[in-house]
Protein backbone atom coordinates (compact mmCIF):
# COMPACT_ATOMS: atom_id res chain seq x y z
CA UNK A 1 0.00 0.00 0.00
CA UNK A 2 2.86 2.02 0.49
CA UNK A 3 4.08 2.57 -3.52
CA UNK A 4 0.41 2.69 -5.07
CA UNK A 5 -0.81 6.04 -3.21
CA UNK A 6 2.59 8.52 -3.65
CA UNK A 7 0.18 11.70 -3.66
CA UNK A 8 -1.24 10.20 -0.87
CA UNK A 9 -0.48 12.05 2.47
CA UNK A 10 0.07 10.21 5.87
CA UNK A 11 0.71 13.74 8.19
CA UNK A 12 1.94 17.34 8.47
CA UNK A 13 5.72 17.44 10.38
CA UNK A 14 6.84 20.34 11.93
CA UNK A 15 10.57 20.25 13.21
CA UNK A 16 11.50 22.64 16.53
CA UNK A 17 15.26 22.85 17.64
CA UNK A 18 14.66 23.24 21.05
CA UNK A 19 12.57 21.30 23.80
CA UNK A 20 11.06 23.99 25.19
CA UNK A 21 9.84 25.20 21.33
CA UNK A 22 8.44 21.77 20.70
CA UNK A 23 6.38 22.08 24.07
CA UNK A 24 5.21 25.23 23.71
CA UNK A 25 4.27 24.22 20.29
CA UNK A 26 2.59 20.83 21.40
CA UNK A 27 0.27 23.18 24.07
CA UNK A 28 -1.14 25.49 21.28
CA UNK A 29 -1.69 22.11 18.98
CA UNK A 30 -3.56 20.65 22.33
CA UNK A 31 -5.29 23.93 22.53
CA UNK A 32 -6.43 23.58 18.93
CA UNK A 33 -8.03 20.42 19.42
CA UNK A 34 -6.24 17.82 17.58
CA UNK A 35 -6.66 14.15 17.98
CA UNK A 36 -4.23 12.31 16.25
CA UNK A 37 -0.93 13.70 16.77
CA UNK A 38 2.15 13.14 18.34
CA UNK A 39 4.98 14.43 19.54
CA UNK A 40 8.61 12.90 19.37
CA UNK A 41 12.38 14.02 20.73
CA UNK A 42 15.22 12.21 21.05
CA UNK A 43 14.90 12.20 24.95
CA UNK A 44 11.96 12.30 27.13
CA UNK A 45 10.49 15.87 27.82
CA UNK A 46 9.45 16.76 31.39
CA UNK A 47 6.02 18.17 31.45
CA UNK A 48 5.43 16.85 28.04
CA UNK A 49 2.57 15.12 28.71
CA UNK A 50 0.78 17.92 30.65
CA UNK A 51 1.55 20.70 27.26
CA UNK A 52 0.04 17.92 25.25
CA UNK A 53 -3.07 16.98 27.42
CA UNK A 54 -2.27 13.10 27.75
CA UNK A 55 -4.22 11.13 30.43
CA UNK A 56 -3.35 8.49 32.29
CA UNK A 57 -2.52 5.05 30.71
CA UNK A 58 -5.18 2.69 30.41
CA UNK A 59 -2.83 -0.15 30.48
CA UNK A 60 -3.24 0.16 34.09
CA UNK A 61 -6.87 -1.35 33.76
CA UNK A 62 -5.34 -4.57 31.78
CA UNK A 63 -3.21 -4.84 34.69
CA UNK A 64 -5.84 -4.81 37.32
CA UNK A 65 -8.22 -7.25 35.80
CA UNK A 66 -5.33 -9.34 35.03
CA UNK A 67 -4.22 -9.32 38.52
CA UNK A 68 -7.75 -9.96 39.79
CA UNK A 69 -8.03 -13.18 37.11
CA UNK A 70 -4.46 -14.46 38.42
CA UNK A 71 -5.94 -14.32 42.14
CA UNK A 72 -9.16 -15.93 40.92
CA UNK A 73 -7.63 -18.75 39.55
CA UNK A 74 -5.10 -19.56 42.06
CA UNK A 75 -7.72 -19.78 44.75
CA UNK A 76 -10.55 -22.06 42.15
CA UNK A 77 -7.25 -24.10 41.02
CA UNK A 78 -6.53 -24.78 44.70
CA UNK A 79 -9.71 -25.89 46.00
CA UNK A 80 -10.55 -27.83 42.87
CA UNK A 81 -7.48 -29.73 43.62
CA UNK A 82 -6.70 -29.65 46.88
CA UNK A 83 -10.46 -29.72 48.42
CA UNK A 84 -12.61 -31.37 45.76
CA UNK A 85 -10.49 -33.69 43.21
CA UNK A 86 -7.76 -35.43 45.48
CA UNK A 87 -8.60 -35.19 49.02
CA UNK A 88 -5.57 -35.41 51.02
CA UNK A 89 -5.46 -34.56 54.97
CA UNK A 90 -2.38 -33.31 55.91
CA UNK A 91 -1.60 -32.98 59.90
CA UNK A 92 -5.22 -32.24 60.90
CA UNK A 93 -5.27 -28.91 58.93
CA UNK A 94 -8.54 -28.17 56.84
CA UNK A 95 -8.74 -29.70 53.47
CA UNK A 96 -8.95 -25.96 51.80
CA UNK A 97 -7.87 -22.71 53.86
CA UNK A 98 -7.20 -19.73 51.83
CA UNK A 99 -4.15 -19.37 54.09
CA UNK A 100 -2.24 -21.94 52.28
CA UNK A 101 -3.48 -21.07 48.97
CA UNK A 102 -2.68 -17.87 49.25
CA UNK A 103 1.28 -17.52 48.10
CA UNK A 104 0.14 -19.21 45.02
CA UNK A 105 -2.62 -17.44 44.08
CA UNK A 106 -0.68 -14.30 45.15
CA UNK A 107 2.10 -15.35 42.45
CA UNK A 108 -0.84 -15.97 39.58
CA UNK A 109 -1.69 -12.25 40.40
CA UNK A 110 1.75 -11.18 39.92
CA UNK A 111 2.25 -13.40 36.76
CA UNK A 112 -0.97 -12.52 35.34
CA UNK A 113 -1.22 -8.99 35.95
CA UNK A 114 2.37 -8.71 34.15
CA UNK A 115 1.00 -10.56 31.28
CA UNK A 116 -2.19 -7.94 31.35
CA UNK A 117 0.04 -5.29 31.22
CA UNK A 118 1.98 -6.67 28.20
CA UNK A 119 -1.14 -7.29 26.51
CA UNK A 120 -2.44 -4.02 27.10
CA UNK A 121 0.42 -2.12 26.08
CA UNK A 122 0.62 -4.16 22.70
CA UNK A 123 -2.90 -3.78 22.00
CA UNK A 124 -3.22 -0.11 22.97
CA UNK A 125 -0.10 0.58 20.53
CA UNK A 126 -1.61 -1.75 17.97
CA UNK A 127 1.67 -3.42 17.88
CA UNK A 128 3.24 -5.27 16.24
CA UNK A 129 3.66 -3.58 13.46
CA UNK A 130 6.14 -4.05 10.16
CA UNK A 131 6.29 -0.73 9.28
CA UNK A 132 5.28 2.66 9.80
CA UNK A 133 5.53 5.66 7.14
CA UNK A 134 7.55 8.23 9.36
CA UNK A 135 10.71 5.83 9.21
CA UNK A 136 11.35 6.74 5.81
CA UNK A 137 11.04 10.49 5.96
CA UNK A 138 14.36 11.63 5.97
CA UNK A 139 13.57 14.67 8.06
CA UNK A 140 12.11 12.23 10.65
CA UNK A 141 15.59 10.79 11.01
CA UNK A 142 17.31 13.89 13.21
CA UNK A 143 14.72 13.20 15.87
CA UNK A 144 17.09 10.28 16.78
CA UNK A 145 19.96 13.20 16.85
CA UNK A 146 19.06 16.87 17.97
CA UNK A 147 16.03 17.61 16.52
CA UNK A 148 12.48 17.74 17.78
CA UNK A 149 9.03 16.65 15.29
CA UNK A 150 5.54 16.96 16.29
CA UNK A 151 3.11 15.25 13.57
CA UNK A 152 0.01 15.55 12.78
CA UNK A 153 -1.97 13.07 10.80
CA UNK A 154 -4.34 13.70 7.78
CA UNK A 155 -6.59 11.34 9.51
CA UNK A 156 -7.51 13.86 11.88
CA UNK A 157 -10.64 15.85 11.29
CA UNK A 158 -9.31 18.87 12.44
CA UNK A 159 -6.70 18.63 9.38
CA UNK A 160 -6.89 20.56 6.43
CA UNK A 161 -3.40 21.08 4.94
CA UNK A 162 -3.57 25.23 5.01
CA UNK A 163 -4.64 25.53 8.02
CA UNK A 164 -2.49 22.74 9.54
CA UNK A 165 0.04 24.36 7.76
CA UNK A 166 -0.44 27.66 9.25
CA UNK A 167 -0.52 27.23 12.70
CA UNK A 168 2.66 24.86 12.51
CA UNK A 169 4.30 28.15 11.64
CA UNK A 170 2.71 30.07 14.03
CA UNK A 171 3.78 28.17 16.88
CA UNK A 172 7.56 28.64 16.06
CA UNK A 173 8.40 25.96 13.60
CA UNK A 174 11.06 26.84 11.03
CA UNK A 175 10.63 23.34 8.76
CA UNK A 176 7.18 21.62 7.98
CA UNK A 177 6.87 18.85 5.26
CA UNK A 178 4.08 16.57 4.28
CA UNK A 179 4.88 12.91 4.48
CA UNK A 180 3.83 10.75 2.06
CA UNK A 181 1.89 7.83 3.21
CA UNK B 1 15.96 33.45 47.52
CA UNK B 2 16.08 35.95 50.04
CA UNK B 3 17.03 33.48 53.20
CA UNK B 4 16.67 37.15 55.79
CA UNK B 5 13.16 38.06 54.72
CA UNK B 6 11.98 33.92 54.52
CA UNK B 7 13.27 32.81 58.08
CA UNK B 8 11.98 35.89 60.39
CA UNK B 9 8.34 36.28 58.54
CA UNK B 10 7.26 32.45 58.50
CA UNK B 11 8.71 31.56 61.72
CA UNK B 12 6.89 34.24 63.37
CA UNK B 13 3.68 33.40 61.03
CA UNK B 14 4.18 29.91 62.24
CA UNK B 15 4.20 30.68 65.89
CA UNK B 16 1.26 32.59 65.21
CA UNK B 17 -0.20 29.62 63.56
CA UNK B 18 0.01 27.38 66.05
CA UNK B 19 -1.93 29.29 68.96
CA UNK B 20 -4.62 27.56 68.69
CA UNK B 21 -3.44 24.05 68.50
CA UNK B 22 -0.85 24.62 71.16
CA UNK B 23 -3.89 25.71 73.56
CA UNK B 24 -5.14 22.52 72.42
CA UNK B 25 -2.03 20.21 73.43
CA UNK B 26 -2.15 21.91 77.04
CA UNK B 27 -5.43 21.17 77.23
CA UNK B 28 -4.88 17.47 76.50
CA UNK B 29 -2.35 17.62 79.12
CA UNK B 30 -3.93 19.15 81.88
CA UNK B 31 -7.02 16.90 81.21
CA UNK B 32 -5.72 13.81 80.51
CA UNK B 33 -3.35 14.41 83.27
CA UNK B 34 -5.96 14.76 85.94
CA UNK B 35 -7.74 11.12 84.72
CA UNK B 36 -4.23 10.04 84.74
CA UNK B 37 -3.43 10.65 88.75
CA UNK B 38 -7.17 9.71 89.19
CA UNK B 39 -6.52 6.32 88.07
CA UNK B 40 -3.16 6.08 90.02
CA UNK B 41 -4.36 6.48 92.99
CA UNK B 42 -7.72 4.12 92.57
CA UNK B 43 -5.95 0.79 93.23
CA UNK B 44 -4.02 -1.91 91.81
CA UNK B 45 -6.75 -3.11 89.18
CA UNK B 46 -6.87 0.65 87.30
CA UNK B 47 -2.91 0.69 88.01
CA UNK B 48 -2.22 -2.12 85.43
CA UNK B 49 -4.55 -1.03 82.49
CA UNK B 50 -2.83 2.38 83.41
CA UNK B 51 0.18 0.71 82.14
CA UNK B 52 -1.32 -1.28 79.32
CA UNK B 53 -2.91 2.46 77.81
CA UNK B 54 0.09 3.93 79.07
CA UNK B 55 2.28 1.90 77.14
CA UNK B 56 -0.20 0.96 74.08
CA UNK B 57 -0.08 5.02 73.25
CA UNK B 58 3.19 4.96 73.85
CA UNK B 59 4.36 2.72 71.19
CA UNK B 60 1.62 4.33 68.90
CA UNK B 61 3.48 8.19 69.12
CA UNK B 62 7.14 6.06 68.87
CA UNK B 63 5.85 4.45 65.31
CA UNK B 64 6.00 7.98 63.94
CA UNK B 65 9.23 8.77 65.57
CA UNK B 66 10.43 6.28 64.47
CA UNK B 67 9.10 6.27 60.81
CA UNK B 68 10.19 9.64 61.28
CA UNK B 69 13.95 8.78 61.17
CA UNK B 70 13.24 6.36 58.83
CA UNK B 71 12.45 8.53 56.32
CA UNK B 72 14.90 11.20 57.19
CA UNK B 73 17.42 8.60 56.74
CA UNK B 74 16.07 6.82 53.30
CA UNK B 75 15.97 10.46 51.88
CA UNK B 76 19.39 10.90 52.63
CA UNK B 77 20.58 7.73 51.76
CA UNK B 78 18.97 8.04 48.11
CA UNK B 79 19.14 12.13 47.57
CA UNK B 80 15.83 12.06 47.21
CA UNK B 81 15.22 16.50 46.21
CA UNK B 82 11.63 15.64 45.80
CA UNK B 83 11.35 14.77 49.60
CA UNK B 84 13.58 17.94 50.94
CA UNK B 85 10.28 20.33 50.62
CA UNK B 86 8.67 18.70 54.05
CA UNK B 87 12.13 17.53 55.95
CA UNK B 88 11.60 19.72 58.61
CA UNK B 89 8.49 18.31 59.60
CA UNK B 90 9.76 14.62 60.41
CA UNK B 91 13.33 16.87 61.27
CA UNK B 92 11.04 18.32 64.15
CA UNK B 93 9.67 14.99 65.14
CA UNK B 94 12.48 13.19 65.55
CA UNK B 95 14.10 16.18 68.31
CA UNK B 96 11.37 14.58 70.23
CA UNK B 97 13.46 11.21 71.46
CA UNK B 98 14.83 12.79 74.46
CA UNK B 99 11.30 13.33 75.93
CA UNK B 100 10.22 9.98 74.02
CA UNK B 101 13.09 8.54 77.01
CA UNK B 102 11.36 10.94 79.77
CA UNK B 103 7.67 9.45 78.52
CA UNK B 104 9.17 5.75 78.58
CA UNK B 105 10.34 6.06 82.61
CA UNK B 106 6.10 5.55 83.81
CA UNK B 107 6.58 2.14 81.72
CA UNK B 108 9.80 1.27 83.67
CA UNK B 109 8.42 2.10 87.10
CA UNK B 110 5.12 0.79 86.31
CA UNK B 111 6.59 -2.99 85.43
CA UNK B 112 9.77 -2.71 87.86
CA UNK B 113 8.01 -1.28 91.27
CA UNK B 114 4.29 -1.81 91.27
CA UNK B 115 2.51 -4.59 91.36
CA UNK B 116 1.52 -5.72 87.96
CA UNK B 117 1.61 -9.16 87.49
CA UNK B 118 0.44 -8.91 83.54
CA UNK B 119 2.49 -6.43 83.03
CA UNK B 120 6.02 -8.15 81.49
CA UNK B 121 4.87 -11.30 83.17
CA UNK B 122 8.44 -12.61 83.50
CA UNK B 123 9.72 -9.64 85.33
CA UNK B 124 7.60 -11.26 88.52
CA UNK B 125 8.97 -15.02 87.70
CA UNK B 126 12.37 -14.32 88.66
CA UNK B 127 14.86 -17.32 88.25
CA UNK B 128 11.33 -19.62 87.25
CA UNK B 129 11.36 -23.16 86.12
CA UNK B 130 9.99 -22.37 83.06
CA UNK B 131 12.59 -23.61 80.04
CA UNK B 132 10.99 -21.39 77.74
CA UNK B 133 12.03 -18.38 79.80
CA UNK B 134 15.28 -19.93 81.12
CA UNK B 135 16.69 -20.05 78.39
CA UNK B 136 15.70 -16.18 77.22
CA UNK B 137 16.97 -14.96 80.88
CA UNK B 138 20.41 -13.89 79.14
CA UNK B 139 18.52 -11.07 77.32
CA UNK B 140 14.83 -10.88 79.79
CA UNK B 141 16.65 -9.59 83.05
CA UNK B 142 16.04 -6.34 84.94
CA UNK B 143 19.78 -5.11 84.61
CA UNK B 144 19.77 -4.96 80.98
CA UNK B 145 16.07 -4.36 80.49
CA UNK B 146 16.77 -0.96 81.62
CA UNK B 147 20.24 -0.61 79.83
CA UNK B 148 19.54 -1.45 76.51
CA UNK B 149 16.35 0.75 77.04
CA UNK B 150 19.06 3.53 77.67
CA UNK B 151 20.72 2.54 74.86
CA UNK B 152 18.30 2.95 72.28
CA UNK B 153 17.21 6.65 73.56
CA UNK B 154 20.70 7.75 73.46
CA UNK B 155 21.58 6.43 70.19
CA UNK B 156 17.93 7.22 68.84
CA UNK B 157 18.33 11.01 70.39
CA UNK B 158 22.01 10.77 69.17
CA UNK B 159 20.60 10.25 65.13
CA UNK B 160 17.65 12.87 66.10
CA UNK B 161 19.44 15.66 67.21
CA UNK B 162 22.52 14.83 64.85
CA UNK B 163 20.30 15.17 61.85
CA UNK B 164 18.42 18.13 62.75
CA UNK B 165 21.21 20.00 63.94
CA UNK B 166 23.13 20.05 60.43
CA UNK B 167 20.10 20.56 58.79
CA UNK B 168 19.89 24.26 60.41
CA UNK B 169 23.30 24.64 60.32
CA UNK B 170 23.38 24.85 56.53
CA UNK B 171 20.22 27.28 56.54
CA UNK B 172 22.79 29.71 57.34
CA UNK B 173 25.23 29.25 54.22
CA UNK B 174 24.15 26.07 52.07
CA UNK B 175 27.16 24.36 53.02
CA UNK B 176 27.22 21.53 50.80
CA UNK B 177 29.31 19.63 54.08
CA UNK B 178 26.30 20.04 55.68
CA UNK B 179 24.73 17.93 53.51
CA UNK B 180 27.79 15.52 53.58
CA UNK B 181 27.77 14.94 57.47
CA UNK B 182 23.67 14.09 57.22
CA UNK B 183 24.31 11.60 54.56
CA UNK B 184 27.26 9.85 56.90
CA UNK B 185 24.46 9.81 59.69
CA UNK B 186 22.19 8.23 57.55
CA UNK B 187 24.84 5.50 56.22
CA UNK B 188 25.18 4.67 60.09
CA UNK B 189 21.78 4.99 61.00
CA UNK B 190 20.05 3.38 58.81
CA UNK B 191 21.95 0.19 60.76
CA UNK B 192 21.65 1.08 63.80
CA UNK B 193 17.85 2.26 63.07
CA UNK B 194 16.98 -1.85 61.75
CA UNK B 195 18.84 -3.35 65.12
CA UNK B 196 17.65 -0.51 67.68
CA UNK B 197 13.89 -0.74 66.13
CA UNK B 198 13.77 -4.47 66.32
CA UNK B 199 15.57 -5.02 69.67
CA UNK B 200 12.84 -2.83 71.38
CA UNK B 201 9.56 -3.55 69.76
CA UNK B 202 10.72 -7.06 70.76
CA UNK B 203 11.79 -5.68 74.59
CA UNK B 204 8.92 -3.48 74.99
CA UNK B 205 5.63 -5.67 73.01
CA UNK B 206 6.81 -9.17 72.26
CA UNK B 207 8.24 -9.80 75.33
CA UNK B 208 4.77 -9.23 77.16
CA UNK B 209 4.33 -12.64 76.66
CA UNK B 210 7.77 -14.01 76.58
CA UNK B 211 7.29 -17.36 75.90
CA UNK B 212 6.65 -16.62 72.43
CA UNK B 213 8.58 -17.01 68.97
CA UNK B 214 8.43 -15.07 65.96
CA UNK B 215 11.31 -13.61 63.77
CA UNK B 216 8.99 -11.30 61.82
CA UNK B 217 8.11 -8.97 65.06
CA UNK B 218 10.27 -6.44 64.44
CA UNK B 219 9.82 -6.15 60.53
CA UNK B 220 5.71 -5.84 61.47
CA UNK B 221 6.07 -3.05 63.46
CA UNK B 222 8.70 -1.21 61.26
CA UNK B 223 6.18 -1.72 58.35
CA UNK B 224 3.31 -0.18 60.67
CA UNK B 225 5.48 2.43 61.47
CA UNK B 226 6.72 3.88 58.22
CA UNK B 227 2.51 3.47 56.85
CA UNK B 228 1.52 5.38 60.24
CA UNK B 229 3.87 8.42 59.21
CA UNK B 230 3.63 9.18 55.92
CA UNK B 231 -0.07 9.39 56.78
CA UNK B 232 0.86 12.08 59.96
CA UNK B 233 3.26 13.22 57.41
CA UNK B 234 0.70 13.29 54.39
CA UNK B 235 -1.95 15.45 57.52
CA UNK B 236 0.50 17.64 58.90
CA UNK B 237 2.25 18.80 55.15
CA UNK B 238 -0.83 19.58 53.91
CA UNK B 239 -2.07 21.79 56.73
CA UNK B 240 1.00 23.93 56.79
CA UNK B 241 1.01 24.19 53.15
CA UNK B 242 -2.56 25.14 53.36
CA UNK B 243 -1.96 28.15 56.15
CA UNK B 244 0.98 29.10 54.34
CA UNK B 245 4.42 28.20 55.90
CA UNK B 246 5.05 25.73 53.22
CA UNK B 247 3.15 27.08 50.65
CA UNK B 248 6.36 27.86 48.51
CA UNK B 249 7.57 24.67 48.17
CA UNK B 250 4.53 21.87 48.16
CA UNK B 251 3.81 20.42 45.53
CA UNK B 252 1.73 17.61 43.10
CA UNK B 253 5.16 15.66 42.85
CA UNK B 254 5.19 15.62 47.16
CA UNK B 255 1.87 14.91 47.79
CA UNK B 256 2.20 12.07 45.15
CA UNK B 257 5.37 11.03 46.18
CA UNK B 258 4.20 10.22 49.98
CA UNK B 259 1.24 8.53 48.71
CA UNK B 260 3.12 6.29 46.77
CA UNK B 261 5.25 5.12 49.27
CA UNK B 262 2.05 4.89 51.50
CA UNK B 263 0.72 2.26 48.69
CA UNK B 264 4.03 0.48 48.82
CA UNK B 265 4.21 0.12 52.82
CA UNK B 266 0.56 -0.66 52.75
CA UNK B 267 1.70 -4.11 50.95
CA UNK B 268 4.74 -4.49 52.54
CA UNK B 269 2.86 -4.41 55.92
CA UNK B 270 0.60 -7.05 54.92
CA UNK B 271 3.51 -8.91 53.10
CA UNK B 272 5.32 -9.02 56.53
CA UNK B 273 2.32 -9.73 58.73
CA UNK B 274 0.89 -12.26 56.49
CA UNK B 275 4.45 -14.10 56.22
CA UNK B 276 4.44 -13.87 60.22
CA UNK B 277 0.95 -15.58 60.50
CA UNK B 278 1.20 -17.98 57.48
CA UNK B 279 4.63 -19.81 59.17
CA UNK B 280 3.06 -20.11 62.35
CA UNK B 281 -0.51 -21.65 60.54
CA UNK B 282 1.75 -23.49 58.82
CA UNK B 283 4.20 -24.98 61.29
CA UNK B 284 1.56 -25.80 64.01
CA UNK B 285 3.30 -25.40 66.91
CA UNK B 286 1.94 -25.27 70.04
CA UNK B 287 4.83 -22.48 71.47
CA UNK B 288 3.56 -20.34 68.40
CA UNK B 289 -0.17 -20.70 67.85
CA UNK B 290 -0.80 -19.62 71.29
CA UNK B 291 -0.18 -16.24 70.09
CA UNK B 292 -2.94 -16.20 67.80
CA UNK B 293 -5.19 -18.53 69.42
CA UNK B 294 -5.71 -15.91 71.98
CA UNK B 295 -6.44 -13.78 69.78
CA UNK B 296 -9.38 -15.34 68.05
CA UNK B 297 -11.51 -15.46 71.32
CA UNK B 298 -14.11 -12.51 71.85
CA UNK B 299 -14.04 -9.50 70.21
CA UNK B 300 -10.32 -9.84 68.93
CA UNK B 301 -11.43 -12.14 66.38
CA UNK B 302 -13.37 -9.06 65.00
CA UNK B 303 -10.34 -6.86 65.11
CA UNK B 304 -8.19 -9.32 63.61
CA UNK B 305 -10.58 -9.04 60.65
CA UNK B 306 -10.60 -5.48 60.77
CA UNK B 307 -7.22 -5.32 60.75
CA UNK B 308 -7.19 -8.02 57.49
CA UNK B 309 -9.42 -5.70 55.49
CA UNK B 310 -8.75 -2.27 57.15
CA UNK B 311 -5.14 -2.29 57.33
CA UNK B 312 -4.65 -3.72 53.95
CA UNK B 313 -7.74 -4.56 51.48
CA UNK B 314 -9.37 -0.79 52.00
CA UNK B 315 -6.02 1.43 51.88
CA UNK B 316 -4.64 -1.15 49.05
CA UNK B 317 -7.68 -0.78 46.99
CA UNK B 318 -8.18 2.85 47.80
CA UNK B 319 -4.42 4.21 46.79
CA UNK B 320 -3.88 2.14 43.62
CA UNK B 321 -5.33 4.84 41.14
CA UNK B 322 -2.83 8.03 40.53
CA UNK B 323 -5.54 10.23 40.87
CA UNK B 324 -6.74 9.75 44.07
CA UNK B 325 -3.26 10.06 45.71
CA UNK B 326 -3.76 13.79 45.26
CA UNK B 327 -7.46 13.90 45.41
CA UNK B 328 -7.61 15.17 49.27
CA UNK B 329 -11.32 14.73 49.99
CA UNK B 330 -10.17 11.03 49.82
CA UNK B 331 -6.91 11.15 51.03
CA UNK B 332 -7.39 13.00 54.33
CA UNK B 333 -10.13 11.09 55.62
CA UNK B 334 -7.98 8.09 54.27
CA UNK B 335 -4.93 9.12 56.43
CA UNK B 336 -6.80 9.32 59.49
CA UNK B 337 -8.27 5.99 59.04
CA UNK B 338 -4.76 4.54 58.67
CA UNK B 339 -3.93 6.09 61.47
CA UNK B 340 -6.65 4.53 63.38
CA UNK B 341 -5.84 1.43 61.79
CA UNK B 342 -2.24 1.34 62.99
CA UNK B 343 -3.86 1.87 67.01
CA UNK B 344 -6.00 -1.06 66.00
CA UNK B 345 -3.46 -3.16 65.40
CA UNK B 346 -0.99 -1.90 68.03
CA UNK B 347 -4.27 -2.86 70.35
CA UNK B 348 -4.31 -6.12 69.04
CA UNK B 349 -0.67 -7.00 69.64
CA UNK B 350 -0.87 -5.19 73.44
CA UNK B 351 -4.09 -5.59 74.71
CA UNK B 352 -5.08 -9.35 74.70
CA UNK B 353 -2.57 -9.95 77.59
CA UNK B 354 -4.51 -7.94 79.64
CA UNK B 355 -8.39 -8.34 78.75
CA UNK B 356 -8.31 -11.92 77.48
CA UNK B 357 -11.88 -12.09 76.57
CA UNK B 358 -12.24 -9.09 74.18
CA UNK B 359 -11.52 -5.80 73.59
CA UNK B 360 -12.15 -2.90 75.97
CA UNK B 361 -11.95 0.77 75.47
CA UNK B 362 -10.81 2.01 78.66
CA UNK B 363 -11.03 5.68 79.87
CA UNK B 364 -7.39 5.57 80.74
CA UNK B 365 -6.48 4.22 77.12
CA UNK B 366 -8.02 8.41 75.87
CA UNK B 367 -5.98 9.65 79.01
CA UNK B 368 -2.61 8.11 78.54
CA UNK B 369 -3.47 9.13 74.47
CA UNK B 370 -4.28 12.66 75.18
CA UNK B 371 -1.22 13.49 77.63
CA UNK B 372 1.20 11.77 75.76
CA UNK B 373 0.11 13.14 71.94
CA UNK B 374 -0.65 16.68 73.63
CA UNK B 375 3.19 16.72 74.92
CA UNK B 376 4.78 15.30 72.01
CA UNK B 377 2.06 17.90 69.79
CA UNK B 378 3.09 20.50 72.18
CA UNK B 379 6.76 19.97 71.73
CA UNK B 380 6.77 19.44 67.85
CA UNK B 381 5.33 22.94 67.35
CA UNK B 382 7.51 24.43 69.56
CA UNK B 383 10.49 22.60 67.57
CA UNK B 384 9.14 23.13 64.22
CA UNK B 385 8.76 26.66 64.80
CA UNK B 386 12.33 27.74 66.33
CA UNK B 387 13.45 26.83 62.47
CA UNK B 388 12.40 28.21 58.75
CA UNK B 389 9.68 25.59 58.09
CA UNK B 390 11.34 23.57 55.23
CA UNK B 391 15.60 23.69 54.30
CA UNK B 392 15.94 26.92 52.71
CA UNK B 393 19.36 26.25 51.76
CA UNK B 394 19.02 22.93 51.08
CA UNK B 395 20.92 22.03 47.45
CA UNK B 396 18.55 19.76 46.50
CA UNK B 397 15.64 22.15 47.12
CA UNK B 398 16.42 23.98 43.96
CA UNK B 399 16.00 20.57 41.87
CA UNK B 400 12.59 20.19 44.50
CA UNK B 401 10.96 22.97 43.82
CA UNK B 402 11.36 23.94 40.22
CA UNK B 403 9.27 20.80 39.38
CA UNK B 404 6.27 22.58 41.28
CA UNK B 405 6.95 25.65 39.94
CA UNK B 406 7.00 24.34 36.22
CA UNK B 407 3.71 22.87 36.89
CA UNK B 408 2.33 26.05 38.51
CA UNK B 409 4.10 28.27 35.12
CA UNK B 410 2.22 25.92 33.53
CA UNK B 411 -1.28 26.12 34.53
CA UNK B 412 -0.67 29.75 34.54
CA UNK B 413 -0.07 29.55 31.05
CA UNK B 414 -2.68 27.19 29.93
CA UNK B 415 -4.96 29.63 31.67
CA UNK B 416 -3.68 32.77 30.16
CA UNK B 417 -3.79 30.80 26.34
CA UNK B 418 -7.44 29.62 27.14
CA UNK B 419 -8.36 33.59 27.80
CA UNK B 420 -6.80 34.87 24.92
CA UNK B 421 -5.00 32.49 22.57
CA UNK B 422 -2.71 34.95 21.13
CA UNK B 423 0.76 34.26 19.39
CA UNK B 424 4.07 35.46 20.57
Known amino acids: MSESGSNEAYGLLAQFDTPAAVMVAAAKIRE ?5 WDVYTPFPVHGMDQAM ?25 IYYMNGWDYRIEIGGKPLFSPFYAFPVSYELTILFGAFGSLIGMFSLNRLPRLHHPLLKNETFKQVTHDKFCIVIETSDPKYSENETRKLLKGSGSKHIELVEE | MNSDKSKKSPGKAVKELFALPELGSKFLIIGGGILLLIGTVTGVENREQLAFSWLLSYMFFLSICMGSLFLIIITHLFDAAWAVPFRRI ?17 IALLALFFDTPHFYEWMQMGDSPDPALHAKQGWLNKPFFILRACVYFAVWSWLGLGFRKWSIRQDKDGSPECTHKMRKLAYAGIYIFAFTLTAAVIDWVKALEHSWYSTMYGVVYFAGSVWVTLAATYLIALFLDRSGPLKPVMGNRQYHGIAILMLAFTVFY ?5 SQYFLIWNANIPEETFWYVKREIGSWWDIGILIVFGHFFFPFLMLLRIDIKLALPIMVPLCAWNMLMHYIDLTFNIMPVLHDSGYVLHWLDIASFAVIGGILAYYFMKRFSEAAPFPIKDPRLGEAVAETLHEREHQAQTAAAATDGGAE
Not at chain 1, 32 to 36: L, Q, S, V
Request: net charge positive; aromatic share 20%.
Open chain 1, 32 to 36: AGFRK
Open chain 1, 53 to 77: GLKNSKVGWFCFFGGLLGYTTGMCM
Open chain 2, 90 to 106: NESIISLFPIMGLLFIP
Open chain 2, 270 to 274: AYVHF
